[in-house]
């Protein structure tokens, strides 16, 4: 997944200065993953001011969203040239 989508690879990468319409995304693409508020728990670890509990939250609150590569390249140029773009379900 982290080879695949240049998204997540930024997320991963970036995680101590991304922004909050980033995190979003990154929480919303994570719920497609069966460990995914675990890794969402990790990563969110490396933000100043991480808040478990507003981790929590926020996972939950992105599990309302359908976001697939295509979406989010109107906020992250490079997924489209991801092979998710095309709106195919994440790799679990
Ligand atoms: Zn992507």
Same mark, same amino acid.
């Given at each position: 997944m982290y080879d695949k989508?240049?998204?997540?690879?930024?997320?991963?990468d970036n995680a101590k200065t991304l922004s909050e319409p980033l995190w979003h995304l990154f929480a919303c693409v994570l719920n497609?993953?069966?460990n995914?508020?675990?890794l969402?728990?990790?990563? %969110?670890?490396?933000?100043p001011g991480y808040n478990p509990l507003a981790t929590k939250k926020?996972?939950?609150?992105? %599990?309302?969203y359908n976001v697939s590569c295509?979406?989010? %390249?109107n906020y992250f140029a490079d997924c489209a040239?991801?092979?998710?773009?095309k709106g195919e379900k994440y790799d679990r």
């Open positions: 989508c240049a998204f997540i690879k930024h997320c991963v497609s993953f069966s995914g508020e675990d969402f728990d990790y990563y %969110s670890q490396n933000y926020k996972f939950k609150n992105a %599990s309302k295509k979406t989010i %390249s040239k991801c092979k998710y773009k």
